[in-house]
């Protein structure tokens, strides 16, 4: 019965499946030998055996038999006399074996051999955990959330291991509740106050270049590469794809049948649009593609200054640009240009007046909100239909409807 509260640890500690059996004993017989050492000053003379399965151990010393007058080490000793209430048969010099009861060393030495056995199997534990993920860096993993909070939220792996999603690695359509299960990648491990800190992220690139090996059979075998991706979280992503087997179309291969393959990519993303593009070594034919779904008249490289100069129709000005100027900046960080757009016009327009001229008349933030969409002249943004100014301006109707009203006043 002294032994209980230990066989209560091991009981504990025998459960974990993330210590293997021969450093869980290594540990265990350490934990008893510092506390020998602090009870008799050595532990050179004792036998520990451990049985993990059952919970229980045994402490056996090892002792010379000397004679009655000659003890002189009671620890590594015994004379005669004692030795024989053991067994008669013993005689001097021989080795008597027996049992050393932990009860014997008293109740503070039974706690603290306790307390600093859970205390080496922690760390033990910290140190899987943080060897584990350090691994998985990169990868998607799934867990249940637990907690959430402002700034952050609490998840739990299949092994009640702790991880933290920040907000700011949450796409930021993202709403999930306690119970909800949620995938993310582990983007970064390290140890804080000496205990693992997993941080995992929905909003890094590799998270969607993991969901494209996941759901997409070629780029998980290897037979379609993914060259590169952009993204920005819950808005639009531009992925770069390439296939060494000229039978297999890495754009359609991705996308799947009326979108099927991709599809669920979408809806892990709440609804991110995702641009799959066919990589090209040929720089202004990567730039096209990578400005769909403009349609490209020409383009001019700077490559001094990684610039290049694109002129397209009017009519696909804004297309190139994107709402917000999203499509031209994805573009730029994919194909690693400046990329600036130009209108080609065919034949001058006398009638046309530059947007600049009418600085008396509109302030200067709405005419460069209109040049940001690729207008930079009044018949310009005429050619618009008015809804489509609104959605792409993201101006207020009163202002639209005053600028349009000023343009057409001019013409007539």
């Known amino acids: 019965m002294e032994n209980i509260n230990l066989i209560d640890s091991f009981a504990e500690f025998k459960e974990l499946k993330n210590i293997d059996r021969a450093t869980m004993m290594s540990v265990i017989e350490e934990v008893f030998r510092s506390v020998l050492i602090r009870q008799y000053e050595t532990d050179e003379n004792f036998d520990i055996i451990i049985n993990i ?8 010393r090892n002792r010379e038999v000397v004679e009655d007058d000659q003890l002189e080490e009671p620890n590594a000793q015994i004379t005669l006399t004692e030795a024989q209430k053991i067994d008669e048969d013993y005689e001097v010099g021989e080795e008597v074996t027996d049992e050393v009861k932990l009860v014997d060393f008293g109740r503070r030495a039974i706690l603290n051999l306790r307390q600093n056995l859970a205390s080496k199997i922690m760390e033990l534990e910290k140190d899987y955990i943080y060897g584990k993920y350090k691994e998985k860096i990169g ?6 959330v637990y907690q959430v909070w402002k700034k952050e939220m609490l998840v739990l792996d299949d092994e009640d291991n702790e991880l933290i999603l920040p907000k700011s690695e949450q796409i930021p359509s993202d709403f999930f509740r306690k119970g909800d299960n949620v995938r993310a990648i582990v983007s970064k491990v390290e ?39 952009v993204r920005v979280p819950g808005e639009r992503a531009k992925v770069a794809v390439e296939s060494y087997d000229e039978r297999i179309d890495p754009v359609g291969a991705c996308v799947g049948m009326k979108g099927s393959r991709i599809h669920g990519i979408v809806r892990e993303l709440r609804n991110e649009n995702i641009d ?20 490209i008249n020409s383009i001019k490289l ?7 100069e694109v002129y397209l129709k009017p009519e696909e000005v804004s297309l190139a640009i994107g709402k917000g100027g999203l499509n031209i900046r994805l573009a730029s960080q994919l194909t690693g240009y400046e990329i600036d757009v130009y209108r080609e016009v065919e034949e001058a327009d006398d009638e046309d007046v530059n947007l600049d001229e009418f600085a008396d008349e509109i302030e200067g933030w709405v005419i460069d909100t209109l040049k940001g969409i690729g207008c930079d002249s009044a018949k310009n943004v005429l050619n618009i ?6 959605k792409r301006t993201d101006l207020e109707e009163e202002t639209i409807d005053h600028v349009l009203n000023i343009f057409k006043s001019e013409f007539e």
Do not use: C
């Not at 990868?139 to 249940?144: A, L, N, P, Y």
């Not at 070594?281 to 990578?290: C, D, E, G, S, W």
């Not at 700077?302 to 290049?308: F, L, N, P, V």
């Open 191 to 229: 140890l804080r106050n000496n205990n693992p800190l997993i941080i995992l992220s929905r909003t890094a690139p590799a998270f969607l270049e993991r969901l494209f090996e996941l759901e997409i059979p070629e780029i998980f075998d290897g037979l379609i590469t993914v060259k590169k991706i």
């Open 302 to 308: 700077i490559e001094d200054s990684k610039k290049a």
């Open 139 to 144: 990868d998607i993993v799934t867990g249940e």
């Open 385 to 390: 239909p008015r809804a489509e100014l609104i």
């Open 276 to 295: 799959v593009i066919n990589y090209s070594a040929n720089t202004q034919l990567f730039i096209k593609r990578a400005l769909n779904p403009a349609k």
């Open 53 to 60: 399965d059952k919970g229980d151990f045994e402490i056996w």
